[in-house]
């Protein structure tokens, strides 16, 4: 048998600490929603700016589908089960989801 093979210390093909990965939150459009509520929501939950905010809004507006922001899976699942309940608590069908980024 070959001793240098069986007592040779495996050398690490691993970080020590792997990067969680990062989910995205993807704003949904939808018929019903009023477009400066959904720019509240935006900048309440997510803290942007008016102006980001707004961006957002009109790019799932236009296209049906906008990431918003990326965070770890935790967070971005409060996030977005929190934007998406603030919608609900006024009536409105408003939706955020997750996904996971390749
Ligand atoms: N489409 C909605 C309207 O015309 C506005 C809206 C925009 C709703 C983006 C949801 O994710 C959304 N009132």
Known sequence: MNDDVLTR??????PKT???K??????????????EFVVTVLK????????QAHRVM?????RGVC????FTRDV???KAQRATEAGKAKGYPLM???????
């Open 9 to 14: 210390p495996r050398t690490r093909t691993k």
């Open 22 to 35: 990062l989910h995205k939150v993807i704003l949904l459009n939808d018929d019903f929603t009023p477009r």
């Open 58 to 62: 009109i790019t799932a507006h236009r």
């Open 76 to 78: 971005a699942e409060t």
């Open 44 to 51: 309440a939950e997510f803290k942007m700016s008016e102006d």
């Open 18 to 20: 792997e990067r969680p």
């Open 96 to 102: 955020f989801t997750t996904e996971p980024e390749e």
């Open 67 to 70: 990431v918003v922001a990326v």
